[in-house]
């Protein structure tokens, strides 16, 4: 996925470690279809919020293919409860898109 990317500089780490960015170095951290393949996610939830003023969630609400579940370590509704746990002020959405639903969380401790 790196490789891909065409952005200059690009940072790989371990997201259940503590990251070596400065506090509030972005505007936005930007989860998608990450959270329910981590397995402490209170720090990589603690830590997006320490490098970012917002945190925006994404996740599926369906595992994408029979691989995808096999890794995943929080069913969908486990996941909520976990981020709804964690992120107490954040608010949560669904947004339909075709047969797939999305769970959308928004920790925007900017405004």
């Not at 959405?93 to 928004?106: F, H, N, P």
Request: include cysteine; charge should be positive; glycine fraction near 0%.
């Amino acid at each position: 996925m790196l490789a891909s990317n065409p952005a200059k500089e690009k940072i790989q780490a371990d997201l259940e470690q503590p990251l070596k960015i400065t506090d509030k170095a972005f505007d936005t951290a930007l989860l998608i279809f990450t959270a329910n393949y981590i397995n402490n996610l209170a720090i990589l939830i603690s830590e997006a919020q320490r490098i970012s003023k917002r945190l925006i969630i994404i996740q599926s609400t369906s595992p994408v293919d029979s691989y995808h579940l096999l890794q995943e370590k929080y069913t969908p509704k486990e996941l909520e409860i976990k981020l709804k746990h964690l992120l107490p002020k954040a608010k949560f959405s669904r947004k339909k898109i075709g047969k797939k639903e999305l769970l959308i969380c928004l920790d925007d401790r900017a405004l």
